[in-house]
């Protein structure tokens, strides 16, 4: 019997590496390719802010739909570096619309594996415009290895985790929150 539930414990063991090895850990949280966008940003402990964000704006349904999306994912610490206020001001129920704006200007219409917006930027000889769900447009570069996000206001996110298959999409976290011009 102890060895039963021995080996049956190393074998969760092993398949929760298994799946963890597969997409990186997001908020200390495995993330897993069968679940959509909302079913593992709400794991991550890095991304309650963008859930609740996303649960305000009424983006729920959409951001569980077929897709594929990429979404561009600010972390809280991307979201606390807005001047003191914005996020609260952003959830109350008659800032729905800019709320929604700013989100949607996250997400974009593919299903972009950091390889292929590496190889869009280098084709463009550094630099890639990449329009939004929200209309927005913004310039993707990399930097050191590194994907960088431009918003319209000049502003620059990083990308610090890449890659995190969905079954809708994909998912990069950012450390900034890209903003629209309103």
Same mark, same amino acid.
């Given at each position: 019997?102890?060895?039963? =539930?021995?080996?049956? &414990?190393? #074998? +969760? /063991?092993?398949?929760?590496? !298994?799946?963890?090895? %597969?997409?990186?850990?997001?908020? $200390?949280?495995?993330?897993?390719?069968?679940?959509?966008?909302?079913?593992?940003?709400?794991? =991550?402990?890095?991304? &309650?802010? #963008? +859930? /609740?964000?996303?649960?305000? !704006?009424?983006?729920? %349904?959409?951001?569980?739909?077929? $897709?594929?999306?990429?979404?561009?994912?600010?972390?809280?610490?991307?979201?606390?570096?807005?001047?003191?206020?914005?996020?609260?001001?952003?959830?109350?129920?008659?800032?729905?619309?800019?709320?929604?704006?700013?989100?949607?200007?996250?997400?974009?219409?593919?299903?972009?594996?950091?390889?292929?917006?590496?190889?869009?930027?280098?084709?463009?000889?550094?630099?890639?415009?990449?329009?939004?769900?929200?209309?927005?447009?913004?310039?993707?570069?990399?930097?050191?290895?590194?994907?960088?996000?431009?918003?319209?206001?000049?502003?620059?996110?990083?990308?610090?985790?890449?890659?995190?298959?969905?079954?809708?999409?994909?998912?990069?976290?950012?450390?900034?929150?890209?903003?629209?011009?309103?």
């Amino acid at each position: 019997m102890f060895r039963t =539930s021995l080996l049956a &414990t190393a #074998l +969760v /063991a092993t398949l929760a590496t !298994a799946a963890s090895a %597969e997409n990186p850990m997001v908020g $200390g949280a495995a993330m897993f390719e069968e679940k959509n966008i909302v079913e593992n940003a709400m794991n =991550s402990k890095d991304h &309650t802010t #963008l +859930v /609740a964000a996303v649960k305000a !704006a009424g983006l729920v %349904e959409t951001l569980q739909g077929a $897709g594929p999306f990429t979404v561009f994912a600010p972390t809280n610490d991307a979201f606390a570096a807005l001047p003191a206020g914005t996020v609260d001001k952003l959830l109350e129920p008659g800032m729905k619309d800019q709320l929604t704006k700013v989100l949607t200007c996250h997400v974009v219409s593919a299903n972009a594996m950091s390889d292929a917006i590496n190889k869009m930027v280098m084709d463009d000889g550094g630099m890639h415009k990449v329009k939004t769900v929200g209309g927005c447009e913004f310039t993707a570069k990399a930097d050191g290895g590194k994907i960088m996000i431009m918003d319209e206001n000049g502003g620059m996110a990083t990308v610090t985790i890449a890659d995190v298959k969905q079954s809708n999409g994909v998912i990069h976290v950012i450390d900034k929150v890209l903003l629209p011009k309103m």
